[in-house]
């Protein structure tokens, strides 16, 4: 799925996180020829393969685009660097949105971003709610902090 590909995490701009251990690493670019294919060039510890690197996005405050490591090569310069070709999200065009979400258990407003990949923006809001742990329905909202305490009692 097409979100699977965009994680709740904020990766600092000219940064690329490992995801295997979390090290923040500086960014040199990133380019895609092919729709879903990745080459990412950064410096520093070698990612494994099959493990994912979290990239920026541009414009957005509170996601990150997550991709998969096919295959890792160091380059000449500059010395420790290395591309990574990875799998990611196959459609270029998408949209990062904000929604103010009302919870419906305790009523506070939320201020969720997420991505309207241009074909049903209400579903897509949906999946994003349901990515940071809301429970969310079209007939219900109930925020994340509501939810486990009604999974507590
Ligand atoms: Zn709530």
Not at 127 to 146: D, F, N, T, Y
């Amino acid at each position: 799925m097409m979100i699977d590909y965009f994680i709740y995490t904020k990766t600092p701009a000219g940064k690329v996180r490992l995801n295997q251990d979390e090290s923040l690493l500086p960014l040199l670019g990133v380019t895609s020829q092919i729709p879903g294919e990745f080459e990412i060039k950064a410096k520093g510890q070698k990612p494994q393969l099959k493990s994912y690197l979290e990239l920026p996005l541009k414009g957005a405050q509170q996601m990150s685009m997550r991709v998969k490591v096919l295959e890792v090569n160091a380059l000449i310069t500059p010395i420790d660097g290395w591309s990574a070709l990875c799998e990611g999200p196959s459609q270029s065009q998408f949209d990062i949105k904000v929604a103010n979400i009302t919870c419906d258990c305790c009523s506070e407003v939320t201020q969720l971003e997420f991505i309207d990949f241009g074909l049903d923006t209400q579903a897509d809001a949906l999946v994003g709610m349901i990515k940071s742990h809301w429970l969310a329905s079209a007939e219900a909202q109930i925020c994340p902090s509501c939810k486990n305490k009604a999974n507590n009692d």
